[in-house]
Each structure stands twice: as C-alpha cells, then as structure tokens.
C-alpha cells in the first residue's frame, strides 16, 4: 500500500503531530482584544515611553516655533508692465553678446 505524502513526512517525527495540532490550536484560537494588544506593543514600555516623550517634545517645538513666524512674512508685490520697462530700460547689450 502507498503512503500519502503525509504520513511519508511525519514518519521521521514522532512527535510532530502533536507539535503541528499545538500550533494549529495556538493560531485558531480567538483574537486578542483590543486592550491586549496594546499592552503587548507597549510592553517594553521604556523604549516606547522615551520615544513617545521626544516625538512629543519635537512637535511642541515646532509648534512654538511656527506660531512665532505666522504673521511675520510680508506679501510679495506684483511687478507691473510699466515696473519691468523701467527695470528693463537700462539694460545694454554684453560686448560679448553674439546674438543681437
């Protein structure tokens, strides 16, 4: 009689049938709350807490900052037809400008 393929691979693991049923079981279980996942990202609550405070302290300086700077920049005027002649009317030709 032939073996599946199945049993041909578990024939050299005794014990890996019970191994892959534990795994099955682990990943079939239910989801983990909300909650619990939270708890476990921050778990190492050190590195996260210490990472938390600098983005905090970085975003409240650029927030200071810029609410010093919002008003201080004055509009940029638009040049005028009659503004570019006057600009333009004392421009010469470069002695060495072959194109005109």
Same mark, same amino acid.
């Given at each position: 009689?032939?073996?599946?393929?199945?049993?041909?691979?578990?024939?050299?693991?005794?014990?890996?049938?019970?191994?892959?049923?534990?795994?099955? $079981?682990? #990943?079939? =279980?239910?989801?983990?709350?909300?909650?619990?996942? *939270?708890?476990?990202?921050?778990? !190492? %609550?050190?590195?996260?807490?210490?990472?938390?405070?600098?983005?905090?302290?970085?975003?409240?300086?650029?927030?200071?900052?810029?609410?010093?700077?919002?008003?201080?920049? $004055?509009? #940029?005027? =638009?040049?005028?037809?009659?503004?570019?002649?006057? *600009?333009?009317?004392?421009?010469? !030709? %470069?002695?060495?400008?072959?194109?005109?």
């Amino acid at each position: 009689m032939k073996k599946k393929l199945r049993e041909w691979m578990l024939e050299g693991n005794g014990d890996a049938l019970t191994r892959l049923d534990a795994l099955r $079981a682990r #990943v079939l =279980s239910p989801r983990p709350s909300a909650a619990e996942v *939270l708890r476990a990202v921050f778990r !190492p %609550a050190g590195a996260w807490v210490a990472l938390a405070l600098a983005w905090l302290a970085l975003a409240i300086t650029a927030h200071v900052v810029n609410r010093g700077t919002s008003g201080a920049h $004055a509009p #940029v005027p =638009s040049l005028t037809d009659a503004d570019l002649t006057l *600009l333009l009317s004392n421009e010469s !030709p %470069a002695p060495l400008d072959h194109h005109s």
